[in-house]
């Protein structure tokens, strides 16, 4: 049986939370894990600009210094999004991520946004899953020799949460990748954003696209790669996200498990700020639930099904499904422990909980 190891957020003048992350981290087995020499993908997610409910780079300073000292050559990473914002392309994450304060200075390790300037940097990975075959994964967390993936559990508006399968499953994903976890379908140009600039047409592997007045698609040669909406700089291709919310949450497990493809790899959730919403918003919305601590297990199924638990212990009711009633968060765990990703048992091992706090 995995075990989930746990802290909880209470402190002493002796010892502060983020001292507390560093034998957290050893007792869930960093030491063994990672070794000298190695490429470390620290996967994260570096927040949309505007959102303030991210994961602080407090932390994640503590888990580089002790990457560091191990030998390890730690870079902060994620992946484009699918969809335009401040994160679709490698400048505008770079910009982003800066302003959230995820910058050398301050977490003392390089940022790589994994998939490139336009998301089209990708490794595929073949994976024995139910509707994927071959994930296309960010180059840079398929080309590192370990994985040490950080993740601020929230709520999610699709699939019910976002802890590590999601932040390791779609954040893992190039845009291409991304396109294939939502849709079903192929995309369609949004006339109104096109500037007729003819990138997609360039750089259609299949040549399905024409450019008229505006970019004419065959959907008969148009192989759904979504190499023109990782292309298009002005939001015109425009993916159809019609998965349902049960292939949704089936097809991030499979891209999670092709995303670790067994390297050695530390899993850590903080659950804290929890939002009802993705970060990917501009905005966050007041959290559903306490702060309740710092989980860390080499199983990200007994992970996130530990960061599930612990909140609904804590509230005695289920404040994702109370946020978003369409949503449910079961499958994606199901599914997971289905196709061999890890197991939803865990031993939970708690270790400087309630430490005595500063007397008035």
């Known amino acids: 049986m995995p075990i989930v190891w746990f802290t909880d957020f209470s402190a002493s003048p002796e010892m502060g ?3 507390k992350l560093r034998p957290l981290l050893y007792e869930a087995g960093l030491p063994q894990i990672f070794r000298p020499g190695q490429f470390v993908a620290i996967k994260l997610h570096f927040g949309e600009r505007g959102n303030l409910a991210y994961l602080r780079p407090n932390y994640v300073r503590v888990a580089v210094e002790e990457l560091q000292k191990l030998g390890a050559k730690p870079f902060l990473t994620d992946a ?7 994160r679709s392309n490698a400048v505008d994450h770079l910009f982003t991520a800066a302003q959230n304060g995820f910058v050398l200075e301050v977490v003392g390790a390089p940022v790589i946004i994994a998939d490139g300037l336009r998301g089209t940097e990708e490794v595929e990975i073949p994976v024995d899953g139910v509707h994927v075959k071959r994930a296309k994964i960010a180059a840079a967390i398929a080309m590192a020799d370990a994985l040490l993936v950080l993740t601020h559990f929230k709520g999610h508006e699709q699939v019910g949460f976002g802890g590590t399968l999601k932040n390791l499953g779609m954040g893992g994903a190039s ?3 991304k396109m294939e976890q939502h849709s079903v379908s192929k995309p369609r140009v949004e006339e109104a954003r096109c500037q007729s600039c003819g990138l997609c047409a360039r750089y259609c ?3 399905a696209i024409t450019l008229a007045e505006y970019p004419v698609i065959d959907y008969a040669l148009c192989q759904g790669c979504g190499q023109c909406v990782a292309m298009c700089s002005f939001g015109a291709m425009v993916p159809v996200e019609d998965a349902s919310a049960q292939l949704l949450a089936q097809k991030i497990a499979e891209y999670a ?10 899993f850590v959730s903080f659950i804290s700020e929890v939002s009802p919403d993705c970060d990917c918003w501009g905005m966050n919305r007041p959290p559903v639930a306490p702060d309740l601590g710092i989980l860390a297990s080499t199983d990200p199924v007994a992970l996130d099904q530990a960061c599930i638990d612990l909140v609904l212990s804590a509230l005695g009711y289920d404040p994702f499904l109370r ?11 199901a599914h ?3 196709i061999g990703l890890g ?5 939970l091992r708690s270790i400087l909980t309630g430490l005595d706090r500063p007397g008035p």
Do not use: M
Request: glycine share 4%; proline share 7%.
């Open 17 to 19: 939370v983020l001292e």
């Open 80 to 86: 484009n999004t699918l969809y335009t914002g401040t």
């Open 175 to 177: 845009r291409a990748g």
């Open 205 to 207: 592997p299949t040549k």
């Open 257 to 266: 498990k092709a995303a670790w493809n067994k390297r050695p790899a530390l």
């Open 323 to 333: 946020a978003h009633p369409q949503a449910s968060w079961e499958e994606q765990l």
């Open 336 to 338: 997971a422990e289905r």
């Open 343 to 347: 197991s939803r048992s865990y031993e």
